[in-house]
Every structure is written in structure tokens, then in C-alpha cells.
T-cell receptor, first 112, second 110 residues
């Protein structure tokens, strides 16, 4: 069966510090991968998605970036965090357009 | 284009029914439904594809009217475990990204 791992679960970082969140999927190959962010009490905002190694589409231009160095690994990064980057970050995968998304357990990021 | 969900919140007693609506101003390829418990990740419930299908998942079912660009989620004989925030997500026929609504908070009381 397929599983998705996301870490860390919580993170408190000072403004201006770098960020690296990692997500890996097991039990499938060539998944579509996604990074979403959720502000408290709000819906999910798509940040990046990838349909293959090295293929990244950015939905929201900001100080975040994403990379997919391996088929089942998706990384979200920032060189310098802003207060507005705080939120609940969720990685997800799907088999394709005709399938639902499976989310990782999320990372709650607080920038102080 | 973000879909619009209604109502924003609903409170039920155990055993009562509820309907959550999702609408878009764009032509849709698919509609997804997810449930999120407080502090947890969303969990996929079902996907409805272009073709106006209706799907069921235990006592939770949904319909998709592609002509009206609307979907509805039906919860019958609600249980305490149904409490949470329900999100619809839509994929437009012209795109591939899944865009979520703002959610409907459902509370089921004993």
C-alpha cells in the first residue's frame, strides 16, 4: 500500500532563517506531488505541484521554492522566512487527474 | 477560480441529515470532497468526474451537476464521527490544478 511521510510535524523558526520541509511517498511510482498551505480556519492554497522529477509548477510567486530530486521526494524550501510564511504545510500525492489526493500529516510552521 | 461552499457552518444532532453545497463559475472536469478533523490533514472522501455522476461512501454520498457547475455532499443519519470541516475542491476543464473552497464546519452533537 502507498504511504506518504512528511516531517517535521512542528517547527518554530525565526524570521530570516532558512526552511526545508521534506515529503516522501512509498509504494507507488511517478506520483503527482503537491505542496499546499493552510492558514488557520481557512482553505488550502496550492503552492507547487510536480508531475515528474525536476518538473515544478509554481502557483504562488513568493519566497518559497520547491524541488523534486527523486521520483518520490518533494522538498519545500525558503532562503529567508517571513512572518507571513507561518501556517500548516501539507504535502499530497495522487495517481493522476482521475484520482483523489492523499495528504501527509502536515507541518505546522510558526515564524517568530 | 475558488469554488464557493455553503453553508459556512452547520450544527446537527446525531441522526440528523445535512447537505453541503459547492459551486463554481467555471466549467468543471471534477469535484473532490475531503473531511478535515481539527489539527489533522484532510482525508479524501470521493471524487466525481465530468458526466454528472453520483457517488456514495457509507452514509455519505455526493452528486455533480456539470451543467450548473455544482456539487452537493449528502450526510445522512449523521454520527458523532462526522464532525469536522468539509472541503470541496474543483478542477476546471481548462486546467489541472485542484482548488479548494473555504470549507464547511460540521458539528454533530449527541
Amino acid at each position: 500500500s502507498q504511504t506518504i511521510h512528511q516531517w517535521p510535524a512542528t517547527l518554530v523558526q525565526p524570521v530570516g532563517s532558512p526552511l526545508s520541509l521534506e515529503c516522501t511517498v512509498e509504494g507507488t511510482s511517478n506520483p503527482n506531488l503537491y505542496w499546499y498551505r493552510q492558514a488557520a480556519g481557512r482553505g488550502l492554497q496550492l503552492l507547487f505541484y510536480s508531475v515528474g522529477i525536476g518538473q515544478i509548477s509554481s502557483e504562488v510567486p513568493q519566497n518559497l521554492s520547491a524541488s523534486r530530486p527523486q521520483d518520490r521526494q518533494f522538498i519545500l524550501s525558503s532562503k529567508k522566512l517571513l512572518l507571513s510564511d507561518s501556517g500548516f504545510y501539507l504535502c499530497a500525492w495522487s495517481k493522476g487527474q482521475r484520482y483523489g489526493y492523499t495528504f501527509g500529516s502536515g507541518t505546522r510552521l510558526t515564524v517568530v | 477560480q475558488q469554488p464557493v461552499q455553503s453553508p459556512q457552518a452547520v450544527i446537527l444532532r446525531e441522526g440528523e441529515d445535512a447537505v453541503i453545497n459547492c459551486s463554481s463559475s467555471k466549467a468543471l472536469y471534477s469535484v473532490h470532497w475531503y473531511r478535515q478533523k481539527h489539527g489533522e490533514a484532510p482525508v479524501f472522501l470521493m471524487i466525481l468526474l465530468k458526466g454528472g455522476e453520483q457517488k456514495g461512501h457509507e452514509k455519505i454520498s455526493a452528486s455533480f451537476n456539470e451543467k450548473k457547475q455544482q456539487s452537493s455532499l449528502y450526510l445522512t443519519a449523521s454520527q458523532l464521527s462526522y464532525s469536522g470541516t468539509y472541503f470541496c475542491g474543483t478542477v476546471e476543464t481548462s486546467g489541472s490544478r485542484l482548488t479548494f473552497g473555504e470549507g464547511t464546519q460540521l458539528t454533530v452533537n449527541p
